[in-house]
Antibody, heavy 119, light 106 residues
């Protein structure tokens, strides 16, 4: 059974960089045909796709966040990571990592981790 | 960017009743690349429907999806107590975007 687990600081200062890691177990992030992505949800609000990395290493980002987002993968650790620079209070959210097969919906989700941006 | 608009924002129903949720896209969603998710408080979303009308593994048949092009519908034939939650549509034909959600409340 595939499992995804987010980890990282729960509190980030304004203007700093938010860094999260998703550890995948029960499957390999190197497997062909899969994207590994990040979704966020501000408290009490809806879901927003942040970005995804394909098994080939190609990355895709939400146009509204593209200038601040980097997603990378470490196949040796079976992990992928999110970096979001110059954060503000508007970046406070629960961040989920997800798997989505090519041409398919998001079928596996992590439990989510709350990141608060505050001084 | 494809914008998805869900309606209504909130649906107030009783157990046993039928729920009909709508999702309208600003552009045609290619190949019916439209999914529905259910989210309960404090939990991650769960995939219900993909390909506009295919139920995900383990999803009961009281959930059904329909539609194509720009208009899609999720129907819950008889609401069970565990179905009261927030539902999101999502398109995955052109990058990935979500609707704003419909809350189904008792």
């Amino acid at each position: 059974q595939l499992q995804l687990q987010e980890s990282g600081p729960g509190l980030v200062r304004p203007s700093e960089t938010l860094s999260l890691t998703c550890t995948v177990s029960g499957g390999s992030i190197s497997s062909s045909g899969y994207y590994w992505g990040w979704i966020r949800q501000p408290p009490g609000k809806g879901l927003e796709w942040v970005g995804s990395i394909y098994s080939s290493g190609n990355t895709y980002y939400n146009p509204s966040l593209k200038s601040r987002v980097t997603i990378s993968a470490d196949t040796s650790k079976n992990q992928f990571s999110l970096k979001l620079t110059s954060v503000t209070a508007a970046d406070t959210a629960v961040y989920y990592c997800v798997r989505h097969p090519r041409g398919e919906a998001f079928d596996y989700w992590g439990q989510g981790t709350l990141v608060t941006v505050s001084s | 960017e494809i914008v998805l608009t869900q309606s209504p924002g909130t649906l107030s129903l009783s157990p046993g009743e039928r729920a009909t949720l709508s999702c309208r896209a600003s552009q045609t969603v290619s190949s019916s690349n439209l999914a529905w998710y259910l989210q309960k408080p404090g939990q991650a979303p769960r995939l219900l429907i993909h390909g506009a009308s295919s139920r995900a593994t383990g999803i009961p048949d009281r959930f059904s999806g329909s539609g194509s092009g720009t208009d899609f519908t999720l129907t819950i034939s008889r609401l069970e107590p565990e179905d009261f939650a927030v539902y999101y549509c999502q398109q995955y034909g052109s990058l990935w975007t979500f609707g704003q959600g419909t809350k189904v409340e008792i």
